[in-house]
């Protein structure tokens, strides 16, 4: 029975663990889908501010907003190449994390097939146990029953 319980404390940590892995995991997950509609969001500035360049490189005498334009287009670029950067490292972190929720839900299964052994083990020695005393029982009423057939 002592051991039971303690490996049903050892169980209900991995479980535990499990949980707080799932949660880093749901974390990583929102972090990646926001790096993600940044990095969008910086590849439509980067479209934007290249159309604005265009335009601009076609009118005549607008040599400050050309310079203004082609600005904001570096500017923007810069922009997006940190957003890529931000994506690769959520999805790292991501990985990660799934890495992490599949060794901690391993480690769990390992102590619920532990505790399903030390049970079965226990079923086993109660069978046995049981068949025992009906063995016995049988055997004391066979002896009984002989010594009531030879008093007769």
Known sequence: MN???KLGVVLRLRELEEEEARAELAAAVEAHRRAVTARDDTATELARRSMDLTEIQLQPGASD???GAARALLAAGERREHANVAVKSAADMLMNRRGRLAEVSRRREVVERLRDRILAEERLAEDRLE?????EMATTRHVWLAVMEADR
Not at 131 to 135: D, K, P, Y
């Open 131 to 135: 068949q025992a005393v009906a063995n």
């Open 3 to 5: 051991r039971r319980i």
């Open 65 to 67: 907003r050309l310079i």
